[in-house]
């Protein structure tokens, strides 16, 4: 007999997600015709249109790219929270480890003037250092890494805006313009700002991130450390019985993780896409909006890409909606309702199978008591 | 000085309250991470109170109404947590950390909301009770005694009472670290579990109404509460899930906190030449440095975390 097509994992990591999308989307509909039923349709529309609400062609690709250029940190950011969720850990510190990066990446360009890809280095080592306090801290003390890791965005944020206050204009709370100031730190762009009319902000950021998940792949599925590493994310214990270092693999893993989401925050601002304020109070939201991207995306790499596309488009799209009657957070909303249903993900998948199970049951059953019908009934459904 | 003790106190208050509050849903087997965003959400409720209750009506009114409003948002957004967690096995770290974000977004859209229906010029997300503050405060010789310092030190007993020398207390406990031995004994550990999570949120509402009126006059809620409800989850862990503990692991942390908005009137302080970031990242790393010491023999409720399951054995 033929594999259920709705069994497949694949298939229902794939309709959990859209029904989770929807659903989110439905409940942002519904708060939006409380706040104002005139414009809510509409608004709803704006949000999930974002670049095509553009009206001329090349302006809707323009916008087209700058969701592409956010899409890459935040795809980066998902990486590490996945890379890390796959070990058994919730890496929720990937937002301050975003911000490092940002931090390593703005000061090695802007204040000592390296090129591109020492400034990538660079930040890579820095976000690795971060991640692994988190680790150190997790392995040897048993400190539990959702709470070391919120404690270490705080102190993040406010070590970033104190050491950026150094490159900072002298008229605004912003850091100084990367194109002008350092140029070589920019990212190239093998001229694919063409393909986007001519948006300068497109930079291999975004195929090196979508490599990088495919990267993340082989990773985690073909190769040892993978397997060691998810051997010990599903027992501690077991692993270190089997030989492996837990320690040091726990470790490995949150350095690898805060690289990751240190990269995301590389790719971001050596576009010069935006300028950091030295004046923020609050953690950006890139890293949470990551671990929205990975459960979305069913925790695989791949569906990642497509989810962190998602979430950025509609992040994006808030910005389109009548600020007269709603405000841009509306996205920010839509999103962590998202996240919040991710959570009832594994009963979504119990439905189904439940359903697929008695669909089958009567099935077989009306095949038993009807041999002669046996033949047309096959596996149609 | 004074104005030292008054800040250690208040900031202490709210430490302590939501501690409280995630103790009570830890020990029911549930750990809520998202009491950050039920801190939001309760902060909204009171602060909305204080914002469209007549200025004329008596203080107590006043005060017992903002309590009720945080309370009753605080409970609300709390049984999302219990829908998610308890009745469909969500996991509680995801379910928690997206309430923490949602709180966020959706007071924000919902003060603006409010706000620009208002006055279509106004896209703040800021909600102001400068006069409705008042009547919180008793000044008793420079020192501003805030009434929500007393519903600290209450709740603190009551918590205590509760949890020790209650039936329903002792059996809540119970279904943290053995729910099928609790079940096997006739304990509808459904019901116990949802009755930690929702005196969280009353803890976790009050605590978050506590901490707007602490220090300002108009909140921002676009701000959140500034890993306030991780402070609190530290101080919770310091303190070992014990309530009387909690209140003296409050009181180090808030004097911390405290220190942030009031070093510049010590003159040995200011002349240190620290710079105030350094202030305000102290109760952090001051949490870092304990939880690293503390967590190794960690007391924690051995069944937190995991949803029931009667099956299992």
């Avoid at chain 1, 890496?91 to 490092?100: C, H, L, M, S």
């Avoid at chain 1, 990773?219 to 270092?245: S, V």
């Avoid at chain 1, 890409?305 to 799209?317: E, R």
Wanted: charged share 10%.
């Amino acid at each position: 007999m033929k594999k259920n097509f709705w069994k497949r994992p694949a298939v229902q990591a794939l309709t959990a997600s859209l029904i989770c999308i929807v659903l989110g989307l439905l409940i942002g509909y519904i708060v939006l015709l409380f706040i104002n039923p005139a414009g809510a349709g509409k608004a709803i529309l704006a949000v999930v249109k974002n670049f095509l609400n553009s009206s001329r062609a090349n302006l809707r690709m323009k916008n087209f790219g700058n969701t592409l250029v956010k899409t890459a940190p935040l795809l980066m950011c998902s990486l590490s929270v996945l890379f890390a969720y796959k070990v058994g850990l919730f890496n929720i510190g990937a937002a301050g480890q975003f911000v490092v990066g940002s931090c390593a990446c703005l000061i090695s360009s802007l204040s000592w003037g390296w090129s591109w890809l020492p400034c990538l280095l660079f930040t890579i080592l820095v976000g690795a250092v971060y991640g692994a306090i988190v680790g150190l801290l997790k392995s040897y003390c048993n400190v539990n890494e959702v709470i070391s890791g919120i404690m270490l965005n705080w102190i993040g944020l406010y070590t970033t805006n104190m050491i950026l206050n150094s490159v900072k204009e002298p008229t605004s709370p912003y850091t100084l313009h990367v194109t002008s100031e350092a140029p070589q730190a920019l990212l190239p762009t093998l001229g694919m700002g063409e393909l986007f009319s001519g948006n300068k902000y497109v930079s291999i950021a975004i195929p090196l991130s979508i490599i990088l998940a495919i990267i993340i792949l082989i990773l985690l599925d073909k190769t040892k450390l993978g397997y060691e590493l998810k051997a010990t994310g599903n027992n501690r214990n077991a692993a270190k019985y089997a030989g492996m270092a837990e320690k040091r693999n726990i470790i490995l893993t949150l350095a690898i993780a805060g690289a990751l989401a240190a990269l995301g925050g590389a790719f971001l601002y050596q576009t010069d896409y935006e300028q950091w304020s030295v004046t923020q109070s609050s953690v950006p939201g890139m890293g949470f909006n990551g671990i929205a991207a990975a459960f979305l995306g069913g925790l695989n790499p791949i569906g990642t890409i497509f989810a962190s596309y998602f979430i950025q488009h509609i992040t994006n799209g808030g910005g389109y909606v009548d600020l007269t009657m709603y405000s841009s957070q509306i996205s920010d909303l839509i999103s962590s309702l998202i996240i919040y249903l991710c959570g009832f993900v594994l009963f979504i998948k119990y439905a189904m199978n439940k359903r697929i199970a008695k669909t089958e049951e009567r099935r077989a059953q009306r095949e038993k008591t009807v041999p002669a019908e046996a033949g047309k009934g096959g596996d149609g459904k | 000085m004074t104005l030292l003790l008054q800040y250690t106190l208040i900031f202490s208050s709210v430490l302590l309250l939501v501690a409280l509050g995630g103790c009570f849903a830890e020990h029911s087997g549930v750990i809520n991470l998202g009491l950050e965003g039920i801190m939001v959400i309760g902060a909204l409720g009171g602060a909305l109170v204080m914002r469209y209750m007549p200025l004329s009506v008596a203080p107590i009114v006043m005060v017992l109404g903002t309590i009720i409003g945080a309370v009753a948002f605080g409970v609300i957004y709390a049984s999302l947590l219990g829908v998610a967690c308890i009745n469909f096995w969500a996991d509680q770290t995801i379910v928690g950390t997206a309430l923490n974000m949602l709180g966020t977004a959706a007071a924000t859209v919902f003060v603006k909301a409010i706000n620009t229906a208002a006055n279509p010029n106004d896209v703040s997300s800021v909600i102001q009770y400068i006069e409705p503050k008042k009547r919180f405060l008793v000044n008793i010789a420079g020192f501003e005694f805030n009434w929500f310092m007393l519903v600290a030190v209450i709740a603190l007993i009551v918590a205590y009472v509760v949890l020790y020398k209650t039936k329903f207390g002792l059996r809540l406990m119970a279904c943290g670290e053995h729910p099928q031995a609790a079940d096997s004994v006739g304990i509808n550990v459904h019901k116990m579990r949802w009755a930690g999570v929702l005196i969280s949120g009353v803890y976790g509402g009050l605590g978050g109404i506590t901490y707007i009126l602490a220090g300002v006059s108009e909140w921002k809620f676009e701000n959140g509460v500034a890993g306030f409800g991780f402070l609190a989850l530290a101080v919770m862990i310091f303190g070992q899930w014990k309530p009387t503990r909690i209140a003296l692991a409050a009181l180090l942390f808030g004097l911390f906190r405290a220190l942030s908005n009031v070093y510049m009137g010590f003159d040995f302080l200011y002349n240190l030449n620290i710079p105030s970031t350094v202030y305000n990242m102290m109760p952090y790393i001051v949490s870092l440095v304990v939880l690293a010491f503390t967590s190794k023999n960690s007391r924690a409720p051995k069944a937190e975390g995991i949803p029931y399951d009667k099956g299992q054995r």
